[in-house]
């Protein structure tokens, strides 16, 4: 890979922040350089602003990095700048950001539905990089772009679908019930007395996520690399629950193609088996060795077996079966903080560098 | 109601036994008169006997009961058996109770897919007790005759389900997702290492029981008396997942009416608020003020905070909306151990007494 | 007992407040006649201003009540208000009330330990309402006074420790390490990320207050009932933990005794199951039928199976056995959010009323 | 180190070995030579005997090893045997191993209050293999022995009262609680319907192992070699309790010296921070940087947040402080199935063979 890039880091007292400063502390091409947050922890080291909830230490070089407020000037130096701010903050920073010609690669959700800023999911929709000069031309950049990664579920969703599709043609429908982790919601995030020896059948705007981010991810971009274009002819119904879990959401997923009739249950699992994507073929860092694991007990994926496959950057699927109502179903698991979260910017970052935007 | 009648009840010392006992112990028609477990309780008092798990003691007319055998003969005088037997045993021992001209309200799967055994949810298809006479014709008994109540999952099911076929006519498509309680499984049952932070996304046979019996509770019993009549053109998928809950099983359901245009939202809530059963109407003394209780909050129902509401012999309903896949979807709650288990057979019982077949 | 009395209820929306109200729905004596909260929520009707948590439902007679602010002025027509404010509030409003010559019932730390103000537990010393002539005098008050509950985990504590103390004589060392519920915390209270698979070894200032608390409860008025007289030669050490468990402390505790030999395991049991109080005595509406509930197997008490006894007003004790550091040693369960917050206070109160205080 | 060791495991299946398998996968001195089980497993492929429960996949060199019946001929080859059995069979099979002339070290508690037999923490008291020639000549062997580890809760203890006995003299009194992992009970182990939203108050055989043990370990061996010399005149008092925590045992600990005054708090900080092992000294593999990690945190240490400190190899302390009824009080945590389990045996193993006994 090329030689190392300084990256900053926005929100780096958050939950999405300390899961990017583990992932970056001993990365091979990416140096910590810059930690934002918000004013109340400007100033102070990074070791005395953060509530720290990892179970590995803060890095040793990270500890005692003087906190910066989230302003483009203190991180003009950054080759990329990693956001992992809150939707309420993020829409301003990271347009301020993008506007002083910077990398952008937010966790937000605020500029998803952007016509012309990348959804990308690492092993799905990297070829989404193409419409960058197109937004670059819009905002009158010369290295600077803002790409996003999507919402923790909708990326464990979109990585077997993906497979799917690229092996049997479009789905025509998509019946998906999600079981997330607590985590999910960051800190404090879910309180104790609501989540626990309980299930919480709803997550605020989650299923509109899913339901809209799943057909913008697997569809193309439009041959003069202007626009994306969305599937719109894949209905997409979620269920998104929450479950007393620390890490890794479940998604049950229950599928129909349009070619009838559809592939036989060992065709799919020979589909999942056999698929790879760019950030392996370009041997990343951070690509897993195989980008969708396969389990054949019956009672797997779990949560706390399958989250940590492929350090996190894998989804895990097993139970390929028949649907009585539409014509396949499986279940399957992403490590929402890891492939849902931080580990989706880093990885797509390492995407970047080499095809040369970074 | 008649005067009192004596029961008896079988395997008596396990999850779904304690729970009879708590049903039955100030109960206005039945009088606890014998308890059956394994041999190795034979003999012993009930409360040397039993691993005692609820939150309320033992009654106090129970403790120093003694234990019987399962065999007919110690229960010849007894007016009712409840039967919480595993299904390992049940099937030997309920025909022999059956034989014996004994009414046998069951717990266990072994019946529920005979021919001329009704299987019976009380606040659903109290109807299907028209098939006793047939069932005593074909044994050549008096008095006996034996009911199963169904799995706890597919009890949830069904209830909403009649209310909707009731009011408008069949479905033709339902997609379920569960999420079930660690007290489904009895004691010792779910090893803690198995479910401790994670969801199990099997539960062995369950998914092809709901896709059964919903068929045979949601279908009617032949002109003649002789036969039920399953709806053999509605289609059920299920897919079943053990969470970290004590008790309450939530299940998220997508159905497809075979009218179109589908009833609205608002129609569906009127239906589900005024649907009533004949357990209601012949006021018997567990059956729920409300068949369905209707939460209309975003994030409701829950386990921990509905599982109780009508004494655990409701269901709850919530999150009625459209599904874009098929036509409507909602989200409800049964109490796994009480309506889900010994509070439908003691309530089918309740039924069986005032339709005079006890 | 006596006519009606209207009580008010301050802090009506917390968590505390909402066991208040289902404590005082269908009370034979009081009447929930005002509810105060924050500014936020006055002017609303309860049920818009609550985020009700309660596996039961909004009383029917108090869902529509409207909020009032938590001055003195709106309460005037209270014979009792109860407060289940937060401390940061409490002090000035509850002195406010104090001073309008209200009967003031607190939950919360700020005055338990005025010179003047008694700290009752209500199976314990309500001998300390004997001080409410000279608190009176000192305010110049007619009819009003405060008195406060203790902490949670002193609860459970103090009262098997008096029935010791009763019996046996004073103790001079107590070692007391508590696994604290999560509803102790109020809501939204503990993180589920904080306590979910783990144990917090340490609640900020709980352990201070145990070992004041402890000593001025089982201490007693002097002769002239102007003063409190604490045990001063007791010395308690206590580590307070947080444990994910939903309602229920637990509490592990060595005692040394001033008088030597120390009594005997069997004396102990009987010492407890001997142990009544004026509650008891009063044949108080809430008053347990048993003060001290005793566990003989091995494993108990446990929270999950042993915090509803006598409907949580009762301090369940078992494990009794030789401490080979100190002289004894038990294992104690205390209802956190019953006998340990507002059912003492409305336990108080009814001894208050059948003092004639109120 | 040495040249490479063959190591066979006795009770590969079970929760011990598997962390036993993990922990032996890459080690650079131990092979995995051969795999024993149950009679049932014996002759099957290990991945067909095994239900694997760990979140690391069963290394690739493993899952394919025929496992064999515990007799010692199967095992003869073996430098190392490394045994997990549970104590029903550990008695029979590990005398049977010893009398082969193997060096057997075992995890179960059959042979810990052998006169002969050394009850080993690897980073206390490795110099309690002086007594191996004696053991040797006792039972006429060459180069076969056996030793046990402690008690997963002991363990824990041990570590730091190691440290606070070579600084400050003997302690007369300690008096521990713990709140224990469970993991610790193996599998199935501990029911969920046990254990969930509850704490059982009591460990079979936990607390008389706690009191015994410790007294052996941080006792001496006799100058001639032949004897232990167990510290008689320290008191132990333990309280163990059951949590729903997976992995990490906490426990409260209050201390009294022999050696009055005590030392200050700030001693023991230091103390403790300056303590090492013989195991650190030889470098060991396993040996951790820090055999005691401090936490200064006022609500540490945390089992989720502390228990890999050191990939599990030391025990963690904070809290310190002091106790009003004894000197002083902290709280420890230990990873129960490393260093409680499988790590100290792998490590007690590392220091034999670097002292020359393998």
């Given at each position: 890979m090329s030689p190392s890039k300084k990256?900053?880091?926005l929100g780096a007292t958050g939950t999405v922040g300390q899961r990017f400063i583990l992932l970056l502390a001993d990365h091979p091409?990416?140096?910590?350089?810059?930690?934002?947050?918000?004013?109340?922890?400007?100033?102070?080291?990074?070791?005395?602003?953060?509530?720290?909830?990892?179970?590995?230490?803060?890095?040793?070089?990270?500890?005692?990095?003087?906190?910066?407020?989230?302003?483009?000037?203190?991180?003009?130096?950054?080759?990329?700048?990693?956001?992992?701010?809150?939707a309420d903050f993020a829409g301003e920073i990271?347009?301020?950001?993008?506007?002083?010609?910077?990398?952008?690669?937010?966790?937000?959700?605020?500029?998803?539905?952007?016509?012309?800023?990348?959804?990308?999911?690492?092993?799905?929709?990297?070829?989404?990089?193409?419409?960058?000069?197109?937004?670059?031309?819009?905002?009158?950049?010369?290295?600077?772009?803002?790409?996003?990664?999507?919402?923790?579920?909708?990326?464990?969703?979109v990585v077997p679908l993906k497979a799917l599709q690229d092996a049997f043609g479009p789905m025509s429908h998509i019946l998906v019930h999600t079981q997330q982790a607590i985590s999910g919601a960051g800190y404090p995030g879910v309180p104790s007395l609501d989540i626990f020896d309980n299930v919480v059948p709803h997550i605020g705007g989650e299923e509109e996520k899913m339901e809209f981010e799943a057909?913008?991810?697997?569809?193309?971009?439009?041959?003069?690399?202007?626009?994306?274009?969305?599937?719109?002819?894949?209905?997409?119904?979620?269920t998104c629950t929450r479950v007393p879990v620390l890490d890794g959401h479940l998604e049950s997923v229950s599928v129909k193609f349009v070619n009838q009739p559809p592939p036989s249950v060992e065709a799919v699992y020979e589909a999942l088996d056999k698929y790879t994507c760019e950030a392996q073929k370009?041997?990343?860092?951070?690509?897993?060795?195989?980008?969708?694991?396969?389990?054949?007990?019956?009672?797997?994926?779990?949560?706390?077996?399958d989250r940590d496959n492929e350090?996190?950057?894998?989804?895990?699927?097993?139970?390929?079966?028949?649907?009585?109502?539409?014509?396949?179903?499986?279940?399957?698991?992403?490590?929402?903080t890891v492939l849902g979260a931080a580990g989706s910017s880093v990885l797509n970052a390492e995407v970047a560098v080499s095809r040369g935007l970074i």
């Open positions: 990256v900053g880091i091409v990416f140096t910590i350089h810059a930690l934002g947050a918000s004013s109340r922890s400007a100033g102070k080291a990074y070791k005395d602003a953060v509530k720290w909830k990892q179970s590995r230490a803060i890095p040793a070089n990270v500890k005692d990095m003087t906190v910066k407020a989230c302003v483009a000037e203190e991180f003009k130096d950054c080759d990329v700048v990693f956001s992992g701010l809150d990271e347009m301020a950001f993008l506007k002083a010609d910077l990398a952008v690669f937010s966790n937000a959700k605020n500029y998803r539905r952007e016509p012309t800023v990348p959804l990308i999911v690492p092993t799905v929709n990297t070829s989404h990089f193409d419409l960058i000069p197109q937004q670059r031309a819009l905002h009158n950049l010369k290295k600077g772009f803002i790409i996003t990664n999507a919402n923790c579920s909708t990326t464990g969703l057909s913008k991810i697997l569809g193309g971009v439009t041959a003069d690399g202007k626009e994306f274009a969305p599937l719109n002819n894949m209905t997409v119904s979620a370009l041997k990343c860092h951070l690509a897993p060795e195989h980008a969708i694991v396969i389990t054949k007990e019956s009672d797997r994926p779990q949560p706390r077996l350090k996190g950057q894998a989804v895990t699927v097993g139970r390929v079966r028949k649907c009585p109502v539409l014509d396949l179903k499986f279940v399957l698991l992403v490590h929402n």
